[in-house]
């Protein structure tokens, strides 16, 4: 276990100013859900919002939504994702897809997404991992063909804009995240977002459905939530993640997606978000040129651009391991992204029989992500070069946003 400053993987800012705002929420939680709704419908220029409490719970209600409208059940979503993305869709009642990805920018395998979109597909998942803009334009078209829905997941990418157009907002319907780690949080929550009115609707008959979280599950959020606020710090950080109850860091497929709505509290939290997520986002990017420059990566398109965590590729998987395990030992906040693809989840297993997604593989055997939040100091940002400096390689492809880790001397 270690002891001493530890800097956490993920982190968003959260101040004095939020938490006021969020015990203002606990009292008049329609004003400050209202409040909420109001800002996002107009920075999105959306016309339905939606709040949940987590992200894969806003994704789950949005499939069950889009599965009412349509007698289709298969979901296309990314052999490498998160573990929360596939649940989501087994929670209601749809079957999965996998579809490989390329490797040298995370979204899909343009052609083998074109032979797996077919009259069977209700959706397709498109995702923006880390911040990387995704081409959904590309995927709406292969979708329009089938009469397939494209929802958009921006979990990891809220405020990012591709000529002017925000991503969430570029397919028939945007998946959003609060939750800790995210570019803004509250705690936890998750977003819905639509200009389609056929959906809207549909999403509003399951929405009815879901309950509102009671006052005493409200005041532990906010105690959690305090919590949260204390020991993300980097000075004090050492202390949870020295707690191996609490798993922090571990990759969990859930079994089960708790789904209420966002309480008055959370949707307090979370006002001011545009501000917050400005600020955020310069913040990541700031960070990230600073880490590509302190490595001697070649500028490329993208060398300010604010990602979620900075993703980069060792030369072997047991190089990734080791620098791993070395980064835990002096509390780097280096981490290994998802452990494996959808595929290989041992409660999905039998959903993919027995097919294989090379580059998804390959992704969660090399890559490791680097921290990117406003947390980290000049110090820190050295010391996180410094761990990897002198062992970038070119045995891996050199795309635009990944840079590429050799094997250590």
Not at 79 to 99: D, E, K, S
Not at 229 to 244: C, D, Q, S, V
Not at 333 to 361: C, V, W
Request: net charge positive; aromatic share 6%.
């Amino acid at each position: 276990m270690r002891i001493g400053r530890t800097i956490p993987p993920v982190a968003a800012p959260l101040g004095l100013a939020d938490l006021w705002y969020g015990l203002r929420g606990l009292w008049q939680p329609m004003r400050a859900l209202e409040t909420l709704e109001d800002e996002l419908t107009l920075m999105f220029r959306s016309h339905h919002a939606f709040l949940l409490s987590s992200g894969s719970a806003a994704l789950t209600v949005t499939l069950k939504a889009l599965a009412s409208m349509s007698d289709r059940t298969e979901v296309i979503v990314p052999a490498y994702t998160c573990f929360t993305v596939p649940a989501a869709v087994v929670q209601a009642g749809l079957r999965p897809v996998a579809c490989d990805i390329d490797r040298s920018t995370f979204e899909f395998d343009h052609e083998q997404l074109a032979s797996l979109v077919t009259d069977r597909t209700l959706c397709v998942i498109a995702q923006h991992l880390f911040s990387i803009p995704s081409d959904v334009d590309r995927v709406r078209a292969m979708c329009a063909a089938h009469g397939a829905f494209v929802v958009e997941d921006a979990a990891q990418a809220m405020g990012g804009e591709v000529h002017g157009r925000m991503l969430g907002m570029m397919g028939d319907v945007g998946i959003f995240s609060l939750g800790r780690g995210k570019q803004v949080t509250c705690g936890e929550g998750g977003i819905v977002m639509t200009n389609s009115l056929p959906i809207a609707s549909a999403i509003e008959t399951q929405y009815a459905a879901v309950p509102v979280p009671g006052l005493g599950s409200a005041l532990a959020s906010f105690a959690k939530v305090i919590l949260m606020w204390l020991f993300i710090r980097p000075w004090l950080y050492w202390i949870p993640a020295g707690i191996p109850r609490l798993r922090l860091g571990e990759t969990i497929y859930p079994q089960h997606i708790a789904i209420h709505r966002l309480s008055g509290l959370h949707a307090g939290l979370a006002r001011r978000v545009r501000i917050r997520m400005m600020r955020a986002r310069r913040a990541r990017a700031s960070v990230a040129a600073e880490l590509r420059r302190r490595l001697r990566l070649s500028p490329r398109d993208g060398d300010r651009h604010p990602f979620l965590r900075f993703p980069v590729f060792a030369a072997t998987p047991a190089d990734k391991r080791r620098l791993c395990e070395e980064a835990r030992r002096l509390g780097l906040g280096i981490s290994q992204g998802y452990p494996t693809p959808i595929n290989e989840i041992p409660e999905l297993q039998n959903l993919f029989d027995g097919r294989k997604y090379p580059h998804a593989a390959y992704v969660a055997a090399h890559l490791l992500t680097l921290p990117t939040h406003h947390w980290l100091t000049d110090k820190d940002k050295r010391a996180i070069a410094d761990h990897i400096s002198g062992i970038v390689g070119s045995s891996c492809p050199p795309p635009v946003t990944q840079p590429q880790i050799g094997a250590q001397a």
